[in-house]
């Protein structure tokens, strides 16, 4: 474990023995759940429930104990956030169809028997698949997605045990808040209609005390750009990197509103996509984040008391591993940067448009620039 230095939508609880009983049929059936590619069932029961390969290897974990916990799930190639404060639990994704078993276990295992909240971040497979699964066995009092309907047989699905439970899936506003026990989660984004299911992605802020953590889904740059113009509040310790690490997101614009100390990739083993890909790792290495990754160290959580953090991983990985862009770039992240106090650009010293001497402001590291007001050259800072 490594320590780290350091309106609101009620959630009523009405009809919760209805839907109680809802779910108890739903769990007695066996329903097929063909996904998006034919893929299997609704486990029946909690003795059907296939187990979470991370759970045996839980003793071996550093156990976080804050009153905030944010639970990486490692579900492969997609993603699950289960959120537990002060007792009351919220889950923002679920993985693919096929981890709906994995991820039931895994908040079997932390003790949920309700979900304040579910989030699908957006209607992909590998976001949306896991929930169906997870809104059959455990009662919730609010459904959100950025959208109602979707052609996909997985996303259908999700819909369906929702009304199972008795309730519709809602699709919140930008500026919603809610509250999780004595966290707050906002609603920042999207602040757009896009094309892209990847930048509907439904964009939370997670704050206890002095300490915060950003949800994004899939976002991607052109909804990261809006989001960062709309002057919503996105400075965040731990960022939950976008798109599993795609070059695709976590533009230098957006990253340097967020300025993370930690990101957080949820990705798989070997995975098609390359994911995380290179570009992403360098801009996070000049930016001086300490990069965390599901495929090489598992299940990831971050606890805070509201001003500290401790991170529990299920396997180590060095950090060469994590991030392993060239040593020999990564050595422009601690060497001085240059500012020009005319434009409020910052560079690196090799940069052939610096400027004149008598303009020049030097600065010591990346976030000193970031935070004194100055963005990064695009020229030599790619």
């Known amino acids: ?24 049929a739903a769990a007695a059936l066996v329903l097929s759940l063909a996904g998006c590619s034919g893929l299997p069932s609704v486990p029946g029961g909690s003795a059907d429930v296939v187990p979470n390969p991370s759970a045996s290897a839980a003793a071996a974990v550093d156990t976080v104990d804050a009153p905030l916990e944010v639970h990486f799930i490692d579900v492969g ?3 699950s956030v289960l959120v537990e404060c002060d ?30 909240y ?33 052609s996909t047989k997985c996303f259908q699905d999700f819909v369906k045990y929702t009304q199972q439970q008795g309730l519709q899936v809602e699709v919140p506003a930008v500026g919603t ?42 976002m991607e740059k ?30 230098y614009l957006f990253l340097n509103a967020v300025l993370p100390e930690m990101g957080i990739i949820s990705c798989g083993v070997n995975n098609k996509y390359g994911h995380p890909h290179e570009e992403t790792l360098s801009i996070l290495r000049d930016a001086g984040v300490d990069v965390y990754r599901t495929d090489l160290q598992g299940t990831i959580t971050i606890g805070s008391d509201g001003q500290n953090y401790t991170v529990g991983t299920e396997h180590f990985a060095a950090d060469s591993a994590l991030n392993p862009t060239d040593p020999a770039a990564s050595s422009t992240a601690q060497q001085a940067y ?33 935070e004194a007001g100055y963005t990064p050259c695009s020229s030599c800072i790619k």
Request: net charge negative; charged share 15%.
């Open 177 to 218: 808040m809610w509250p999780l026990g004595g966290a707050t989660v906002t609603m920042l984004g999207p602040v757009a209609q896009y094309s892209d299911t990847n930048d509907t992605s439904i964009v939370l802020r997670i704050d206890y005390g002095s300490t915060s953590f950003l949800l994004t889904g899939d």
């Open 338 to 370: 240059i500012g020009n106090v005319n434009s409020k650009k910052f560079h690196l010293p090799t940069c052939p448009n610096l400027p004149a001497e008598k303009n020049q402001i030097l600065f010591s590291s990346y976030q000193e620039a970031v």
């Open 87 to 116: 007792g009351q639990f919220m889950l923002y994704d679920g993985g693919n169809v096929d981890d709906g078993s994995l991820v039931v276990s895994y908040l079997q295992s932390q003790g949920v028997e309700q979900l304040e």
């Open 77 to 79: 190639q997609a993603l």
């Open 222 to 251: 052109t909804a990261e750009t809006d989001l960062v113009n709309s002057g919503a509040n996105l400075r965040a310790e731990v960022l939950q990197v976008g798109h599993h690490g795609s070059s695709t997101s976590t533009s």
């Open 118 to 150: 579910v989030f699908c971040s957006h209607a992909h497979e590998d976001h949306v698949g896991g929930l169906a699964a997870a809104l059959a066995y455990f009662p919730a009092y609010h459904v959100y997605s950025p959208v109602t309907d979707a």
């Open 1 to 24: 474990m490594e320590n780290w230095k350091e309106e609101k939508v009620n959630a009523p609880k009405k009809g919760l023995w209805q839907r109680l009983a809802a779910l108890a």
